[in-house]
């Protein structure tokens, strides 16, 4: 058995909403954690275990962020991370995999599907072990509480209810 371990450094972790319905606005999580454990060296029957810390949000506007870190939307104070636990990988070909587990967002607990792209398995300059995953996915925001609405004077939504999830996650195998 294997254990890895999310290289912080080396990973982003981010989504995307549309925003007035004509552009995206990005965010990102800066401090988050994870361990992956396996037995195979194509990680099919992995194990992972992730979270995000809701207060290190970022849009990149101030205003927008502590919004986001209120009661409307991830409500911070009382849901202070956010948290994905697998329950099974699908292997769909060398690279391409779909994790299924269960996000938790504000206390919602609703089970996803994530493809997988696997980058591969090297060993860096400083002689550690890592392997490469790019991660994306679609939730409905309003599944986990995420409910906040609001119209432009026009009848458009603000916010999209579809959010798409982002991740570039380098792990580290442990000793």
């Not at 992995?46 to 205003?63: G, R, Y």
């Not at 009661?71 to 699908?90: I, R």
Request: aromatic share 8%.
């Amino acid at each position: 058995m294997a254990t890895w371990k999310i290289d912080p450094a080396h990973s982003e972790v981010e989504f995307k909403v549309k925003h007035l319905m004509i552009t995206n606005v990005t965010g990102h999580f800066a401090q988050f954690d994870g361990t992956v454990t396996a037995t195979k060296d194509d990680f099919t029957d992995a194990t992972i275990s992730f979270e995000a810390d809701v207060n290190s949000i970022s849009t990149k506007n101030s205003q927008r962020d502590e919004h986001l870190k209120s009661p409307d939307f991830f409500d911070a104070p009382n849901h202070p991370k956010l948290t994905f636990t697998s329950t099974g990988v699908e292997k769909i070909d060398a690279d391409s995999f779909v994790l299924k587990g269960d996000l938790s967002i504000r206390g919602v607990t609703k089970p996803v599907a994530l493809n997988v792209e696997y980058s591969g398995i090297t060993i860096d300059p400083y002689g550690q072990t890592k392997a490469g995953f790019e991660l994306t996915g679609k939730i409905n925001r309003k599944d986990f509480g995420l409910s906040w609405s609001a119209t432009t004077e026009a009848g458009g939504l603000v916010v999209s209810d579809e959010v798409r999830l982002i991740a570039a996650v380098q792990i580290i195998k442990q000793a």
